[in-house]
Each structure stands twice: as structure tokens, then as C-alpha cells.
């Protein structure tokens, strides 16, 4: 009987520790990635399994209360949209991911860094519109997103103008101004335009966008 009830134990033992030993591991490298204020949460497995779900939380920096991110709860995607709770630009915010597999495992909560909208959103260039005339070059900048335009209406672009010789000039441009006309340019030339994104209350910038190359008339 002893040996019975020592043998229970060692087995009760035994599957205590292959339950810790099944234990999920959390998400890792959970990190927003944000371009153009489109705020969206990334994240690693930390298995290969393909039949894991993943619940997601968030709750703005110093609020004590985690609130469920709508579908975000029991996803399979690796990845959650959270711009419509992260919108407010000068909040600082958090987010977290859990791990299931079914029945009832879970892993522990992964904390993505902090993040703020306004410092942590990349900015995309403008796409240049070009339409050549005997006069010049008219430049059409197309609009950044609409919610983007109002988080910012002083926007601004830079235009650069690259001559062949490499030389450049640079025009500005307020936001969503209808055209800029570059006049006064040579005949028969070849000339390359790229514009950028200019926030000039953070001093941020975007990259050049690619550049557009025609011939004056």
C-alpha cells in the first residue's frame, strides 16, 4: 500500500511538472509599427504551431485598466489593427498579446514598448503628379489620407528639382495646395522631381519618395 501511494504521488508529481513543462511560451517581439498614424500591432510566435490564438489588449499610458482590442480576441493573425483606439496623437499608449492553444492553455501576457502616435508614426512621402507644358512643368502633389490631413492641415512639401548637371532646387508647397508651376526651365531637357513630407510643429520629416523624370517640351 505504501508503495501504491507512493508511486501516486511521484505520478501526481510527474504530471505537475509535464503541465509547467506545456506551459506556452508568450508572443515576442510585440512592437507597433505605424505609418501615417495606421497604428498596427505586430507580433512573433514563439512556437510554430499554426493553431494558436492570440488575444489582444491595450490601455493608455498611467490608466490602470487593460480593455479587449474588438476583433483581436482569439485572432490567428499575427498582426492587429489598432488605430481606432489609438488616435488621440499626444497619448501614450501600451498594448499586450496572449498566447492560446486549446482547451485552456494560455501563456503570460507579452508588453509591447510604449508608444506615442505623434513621435512613433512614420511619415510616407507625397506622390508627384507631373504634367509637362510649353510653359514649364506643372507639379500636382496627391493628398496625404484623410485622417493624416487632420491631424496635420500645416502640412507641407518640399520639391525637388534635379537638373541633369545634378544640381538642385527646392520649392515648397503648403498642404493640398492645387499645383506648383516651374517655369522658366530649358527646352528639350531632361529634368527629375522628387517631393517629401514635411511636419514643421515636430520637426519630422519623411524620406524622399522615388523620383519622376520628364522632358520639357
Known amino acids: 500500500m505504501t508503495r501504491l501511494l507512493l508511486g501516486a504521488v511521484l505520478l501526481g508529481h510527474l504530471a505537475v511538472t509535464l503541465q509547467v513543462l506545456v506551459t506556452l511560451a508568450p508572443p515576442a ?20 504551431s499554426t493553431s494558436l490564438q492570440y488575444y489582444v489588449q491595450w490601455k493608455i499610458y ?57 513621435w512613433d508614426t512614420k511619415i510616407s512621402p507625397p506622390v508627384l503628379r507631373l504634367n509637362v507644358t510649353e510653359q514649364g512643368i506643372v507639379v500636382r502633389v496627391k493628398p496625404p489620407k484623410l485622417h493624416f490631413r487632420k491631424m496635420h492641415s500645416s502640412l507641407q512639401y518640399k520639391i525637388y528639382l534635379i537638373h541633369t548637371s545634378g544640381e538642385e ?45 520628364v522632358s520639357t517640351l
Not at 493640398?176 to 514643421?200: D, E, R
Open 29 to 48: 517581439q510585440v512592437r507597433f509599427d505605424s505609418v501615417d498614424y495606421k497604428n498596427i500591432l505586430r507580433w512573433t510566435p514563439s512556437t510554430n
Open 62 to 118: 498611467g490608466e490602470p485598466q487593460w480593455l479587449d482590442v474588438d476583433g483581436c480576441q482569439g485572432t490567428q493573425r499575427l498582426q492587429c489593427d489598432l488605430s481606432g483606439v489609438t488616435s488621440e496623437p499626444r497619448e501614450w499608449y501600451y498594448a499586450r498579446v496572449q498566447a492560446s492553444s486549446l482547451p485552456s492553455s494560455k501563456s503570460a501576457w507579452a508588453l509591447s514598448p510604449r508608444f506615442s502616435p505623434r
Open 169 to 213: 532646387e527646392v520649392f515648397e508647397m503648403n498642404c493640398c495646395s492645387q499645383k506648383l508651376a516651374l517655369n522658366k526651365l530649358n527646352h528639350k531637357a531632361k529634368y527629375c522631381l522628387q517631393a517629401q513630407t514635411v511636419i514643421p510643429q515636430q520637426a519630422k520629416s519623411s524620406a524622399r519618395g522615388s523620383a519622376r523624370c
